[in-house]
């Protein structure tokens, strides 16, 4: 089925492609974990062995397998179409969504456009307006794994949103952003002080993802099977 840009087979097209193996054709014997995401996700400034998807996806491997869906500067509408475009190539059984600022938006005209909050076209977008899209887009990622019966956990890559989704799976208080530096006495001599970036110079760094990864396992690992 395929109305406009959306389709239940087949992703958007992406100039920098997908940080996944290819499904063509799917492997058979595992479960299939969709992660979705923006730029945070996909892993930009990391290599393919760095980015918090990467350290995610060693978790049991016997029954999982993982697709990293992320594309750089996508917002929760374009994250939605991946989704539903993933649901007869991957046939998804858990969805794993690190929603981006709220701010953002999809814009459909001849070529798709994702919209961040500096951008014109968003000077009439509000606060609440922008909470409204938000609770729009998990339900309808709420009501895709409902209908297709998949597990949903859901996370956040700068902003928290977590009190406006209770009830569901929300890995609570963390986000890519603040998990690092962080202090523990019981792990550390001395409190990290240094930032942390990516290659890039300005996407968090490497004990972001890292940290960000155990975090996620430690909360939601024994719903991960």
């Known amino acids: 089925m395929k109305f406009g840009y959306y389709t239940d087979k087949g992703l958007p097209e992406s100039e920098i492609g997908y940080r996944c193996p290819s499904w063509d054709p799917m492997p058979d014997g595992k479960k299939n974990v969709v992660v979705l995401g923006c ?9 393919d062995t760095d980015h918090w998807v990467a350290h995610l996806s060693k978790h049991n491997t016997d029954r999982l397998r993982y697709w990293n869906l992320g594309q750089p500067g996508a917002s929760g509408d374009l994250i939605v179409r ?7 190539i991957i046939y ?12 953002r938006r999809e814009r459909l005209e001849s070529t798709p456009q994702n919209l961040t909050s500096d951008n014109d076209y968003l000077k009439t977008e ?13 339900f309808l990622v709420e009501k895709f794994a409902e209908t297709y019966a998949c597990k949903t956990f859901h996370c956040f890559a700068d902003e928290t949103y977590q009190d406006y989704i209770k009830g569901l799976n ?13 202090w523990d006495k019981f792990e550390q001599r001395q409190q990290y002080k240094e930032p942390s970036l990516a290659a890039d110079g300005e996407h ?9 990864a155990k975090l996620f396992i430690d909360y939601f690992g024994k719903k991960l099977k």
């Open 39 to 47: 730029s945070h996700t996909y892993g930009v400034g990391h290599s």
């Open 82 to 88: 991946i989704l539903f475009g993933s649901q007869k």
């Open 92 to 103: 998804p059984s858990i969805v794993i969504v690190c929603w981006p600022l709220w701010s």
């Open 126 to 138: 509000t606060a609440e307006t922008d909470k409204n899209n938000f609770l729009k887009n998990v």
């Open 170 to 182: 929300v890995l609570e208080d963390y986000t890519i952003k603040n998990c690092w530096p962080y």
């Open 204 to 212: 968090y760094g490497v004990e972001h993802h890292q940290r960000f």
